[in-house]
């Protein structure tokens, strides 16, 4: 055995560990601090509305640094800005902790958003670039599980963080998992798109692929069935500490206990479509998800308008649409960095960037309705899931079976 071929392998034992790790570490930055906003309210002398913008800050900062970095890639290469993202996430995660005005809060969280995004929209593209076959839609359905759970886990280790510490111990968690993920890409992760592999036009030839992968209708159509599900899963997130916290009256540490047992519901939903996906059509799994998170928003919708507050109600259907989440969001990604092979950093970046997009979008619609009630949380929910379902049956066609892996 080579010297080369010695590091290749010592480099792909580490490889997908650290790629599932950059892919958790937006949502972990995102939902860590969640069950801290009522503190930091007080702490910082803001509004509800006002800790929920640094939330929605660095979901916008995730969205330009997506659309930015996943086509630069393309002409660069992915190991130096996974470097530089993960570097730059764990100085503006130090520099949270240190903040003391919550204007200066919102501008800091949008550069930390930015950096985020690298790990994040190129996690997908090295999985393209360096797995073939079914091997791909297998380690994306991974990657798209982690992103999917990871924001239900997070608010339960936040709350742990919280309850025994301060919500900026939370930023200081997130500052060395930074520093960790930094030394991970370097000592495991290859430069795995070859200098003639890249794209010669420049960053203008990439956001050309991502033109034409707009265009495309399968593509797009899975694009935006995962921006809208995210849409509210973004919006259950953000909405739901004030909705169990101020509305039910739930302690932090028992909104967390709600929270893990709807990230079990969730990590099971995943590890059933993992195992699915070898033998069902990605596309089913996708139309059965979506049905059944339509299903719960209604329910949920329904329940409060008809019978008012009710925190079992809410628990339950929350748990079905969260749990819906785990297959509905993986599958779509699957599909969708499937359709984009041919510019994978351009692909990964519209997937990942209108998803947190529309997540950005949810989140300030949540804070503008207040947290009087959960209904206006719910009724986004169910109308983003709504438009999801409709652009499943118009855009997506389930039934042609697009983006699925065909066995040779």
Known sequence: MTHSDASAGHRGKGLLPTLALLTAVG?????????????????????????????????????????????????????????????????????CALSTDIGELVVIRFVQGAAAAAGMVLARAVITDRFQGHDVPRHIALLGQILCVAPVVAPVVGGGIISAWSWRAVFLTLCVLGLLLAVGVIVWVPETLAPRLRHRAGPAGTFRSMGRLARHRPFLGNTLVLGLSSAALFAYISGSSFVFEHIHGLSTSTYAGVFAVNSVGQLLAGTAFSRLARRVRVNTLLTVSVVAAVAGAFAQVLFTALAGENLAASWVTQLVTVSAFGMSVPAAMSLGQNLGRAAPGAASALLGGLQFLFGAVATCLVGVFGEASSLPMGLIMLVALALAALCLVTLVRPWDGHGEVVAH
């Open 27 to 95: 949502p972990l930055a995102i939902d860590m601090y969640v069950p801290g906003f009522p503190a930091m309210s007080a702490s910082l002398h803001a509004g509800a509305s006002a800790v929920q913008l640094t939330l929605t800050a660095f979901l916008a900062g995730v969205v330009v640094g997506q659309l930015a970095i996943g086509p630069l890639s393309d002409v660069v290469g992915r190991r130096r800005p996974l470097v530089a993202g993960s570097v730059a996430f764990a100085v503006t995660a130090l520099l």
